[in-house]
């Protein structure tokens, strides 16, 4: 399903499915993108398993949010730019914006983020489920 998505031009995001912040993140994200071809996977489900198995292989372990195109996998900080890009209003300004900020040290805030992400917020027994209304964007 991911593949057939990302041959007609839509990025995939693949995300912690029993992460708070991560599926906040998505549920946030997911309100604001528009038109915009973006689809939202959980690392844990079967076609985010799959995606992870066959798109990107050396990621299939990868506790990092991920964007997926037909081009390249993005993590870390230029998978959060790619889904600011995404996104509606003011979200595209953000993102050029902190493109300005060094790699090295988006990716160390990312990094500090991930890392103390279920500190943050305890993690989720199950994955995020999704309702049919929004079966659109989000595979399973």
């Known amino acids: 399903m991911a593949e057939k998505l990302m041959q007609h031009g839509w990025s995939i995001l693949l995300y912690d499915g029993e992460c708070r912040l991560c599926t906040g993140v998505v549920r946030f994200a997911a309100r604001r993108c528009g038109h915009r071809l973006l689809a939202f996977s959980a690392m844990q489900s079967r076609a985010g398993q799959s995606a992870l198995d066959r798109l990107c292989p050396k990621h299939r372990a990868s506790d990092r949010v991920l ?21 509606d209003g003011p979200w595209q300004q953000l993102a050029a914006s902190l493109r300005r900020v060094p790699h090295g040290l988006r990716d160390s805030a990312c990094n500090l983020i991930i890392n103390n992400r279920y500190r943050l917020l305890p993690r989720r ?10 079966t659109r964007r989000y595979i399973v």
Do not use: F, I, N, T
Request: hydrophobic share 40%; with cysteine.
């Open 67 to 87: 964007v997926l195109d037909e081009h390249s996998v993005l993590e870390g900080s230029d998978a959060v730019l790619r889904l600011l890009d995404h996104m």
């Open 125 to 134: 027994r199950h994955c995020m489920l999704v309702g049919p209304e929004k």
